[in-house]
């Protein structure tokens, strides 16, 4: 309350804009905090094979609002003196306790729009690795257990926090979508360490999440286009599907048309940086377009990448785009972690026994939608099903694209957030140890020479 | 004046932050603009063989409120209804006249603090690309070259302010110290051009240039730090000079005592953008203790380079920061352009015509101020003296940052600041054909071989 009333006195007694060089001060230390924290999460959990972007959103959860109030948000209603990180700064620097409300809002809105720039980045390297050719070789099978692993989880999640848990539409229809996501770069890299990446499972499996990465962003983007409006309506439906479709297929042919235009310009450009600027302009051009049309920015950026992946400039970006991706991805991963508020999901307050309820099943209806779908993979003998539908449980970063902008919509409630973030993470968790168990299992016979290093 | 009326009803009404995707969507717009004129400037810039940076800095300048107002700031008494891009979001999106205000102030705000990271990551860019033992190999010449290449114009400058033109000792100070620059860049750059980087004279101008940097920002920051004080006391002074020298100082032997240790650390870390995240680890921590012991964070983020550039890890790491300094270091010279009001050089006003007298004097002291220095080098025959002192000519972006950092302190008028864009904008013009001039007439004997295309 304190915290809100200074807000208050700040923003009306201070009309000149909060002291710049004590924003930039809270805005690097932030950032040290958050590379710290990502770094320190994705070490550890990379010792024990746990992939990285977890160990990232972990580390945001330590620093968040959840435990050590080092990076917290105002939209939480949290105020200037429950942030560490402001605290530091007034113990280090010149900053009175009034000028800190206006600092505390610059930063966290800087901090923001630099996470949300975050998953803007790796949408836009998602698309740039992906191949619509690869999705057309894999053939129907990739995409049968694409469609059925997006509409399954949705249908069985929404349906059943409607009926059996009476949750509002919107929430639930939320938290269906979140169940539909596959995370294409944890899956491939499991693939990878356990030398499975050219199976056919593999190759199916990759295939369907490269479709499901698509399919995903659309059913995200009409969700979140439907929380805006507030109700669901068929016509706004069948728009919203009709202008992501067209959207997609839009910016792939004009980028198609101008893919030639692209690399002639690139080349015929002498200055540093060319091809990385352009591309970049390209991605947040349609970026801007997806968002002002009520999609999602990350739909535009993750065209942009899929349609500049077709040109002969894609190796070349790919290389460019990692290290820009490497500083700005973790911001997102930790604010989103920092943001979540897993205070809701301790069992000892009788009031979050909803939250866990929820969690757990979401967390049955994530692994058996997906696990289901290795099932429908027809025409081909001697194939391990099993290891198809293991390999989609993965949420990861995906997931958690979801979770994040369900949370900044504010149509879900902390219960059923942190129940979401839950279900991410669990499902991102099991994903590697079950993968190596059902592949062991059917196929004892891994050819030796495989485990030799090279 | 309205556009302060509706700043003030959004502060006062509307408490909660400005709507997140909606400043997001200003933020890429404005990114789109900026990256699109730093290249368009960039481009033509190099096609008639001048430095691309002043193309960003011009480009800067005609989307800012020198022309087409598209790029606005409100620290220059700017409101939401004067910038271009505000109107182009509120025509193209569910932006509401009333919600503009807070949009603006809040995307505003982003975008400074982006082109305050692309500073303190260019600067991070020069230190890693300076050396120490460079400057040791070309001996005392380099250094009486830098000291004598800061002093003279220095001293010139800030006597001849105060005591011709009659100006206040702030800004005085501060238009002598934006003369004691000499950009590294441009000079390397027009050497490399010329096939003369590694002649005596050129390897003295590389190493005086180097020292030049240091000495500039010890220089930058003490006179910073005086301007936020108001006076010039020289305890004062004192302090600084000891403080910057000791942070300097202090930065290095704890980089080379932490050295083998970052070393380690690195090679230990298995996650994605270990490198790049632990280098920027160290050099936000060093911005920030420098911003908040009264420097400037360029000073920190520097001292890292400098640092970092002494480890086995130098090369792979400057490669990672490329594409990075590429996204982040536009944004900043296109905002020192794009808050730039070349109006107050109008001639036409007679209001104006100090601003211009002032430049007229700062050029004739820049250029005179650095020739000079080529006559103190001593112990060497048969050197191209007027070379040397050419080649320091150039503020280039250093300049840049200095017009940028005064501009930011708000010691300046208007037609001071002006005076000094309009000096670094002229000497980064005029030296790359100077240098060539001078170097065709000593030196008639150029080996033919080296203008064949290797």
Known sequence: MEGIFLFLAATTTDIEPADSSLVLAAVLLSLTVIYFASKLGGELCLRINLPPVLGELLGGVIIGVSALKLLIFPSGGAGVDDS?????????????????????????EVISVLSELGVIILLFEIGLESNLQELIKVGPQAAVVAVVGVAAPFLAGTLGL??????????????????????????????????????TEGQIIIGAAVLDDILGIIVLAVVASLVKTGEVQISQVVYLIISASAFVVGAIALGRFLGPFYVKLVNGMKTRGQLLLVSLIFAFVLAYIAQVIQLEAILGSFAAGLVLAETEKRSQLEEQVIPVADIFVPIFFVCVGAKTDLGVLNPAIPSNREGLIIASFLIVVAIVGKVITGFTVFGKENINRLAVGVGMIPRGEVGLVFAGVGSASGALSPSTNAAIIMMVILTTFLAPPLLRVVFKEQNVDVKPQAKIPE
């Open 84 to 108: 560490l990180i402001m605290s530091f700064l007034q113990a280090t620097s010149s900053l009175t306790p009034e000028a800190g409300a206006g600092v505390f809002t610059a930063a966290s």
């Open 162 to 199: 409607v009926y059996l848990f009476g949750l509002p539409v919107i929430p639930a229809v939320f938290a269906g979508a979140a169940l539909t996501a596959t995370s294409i770069g944890i899956t491939a890299k499991v693939l990878a360490e356990i030398d499975r990446l050219s199976s």
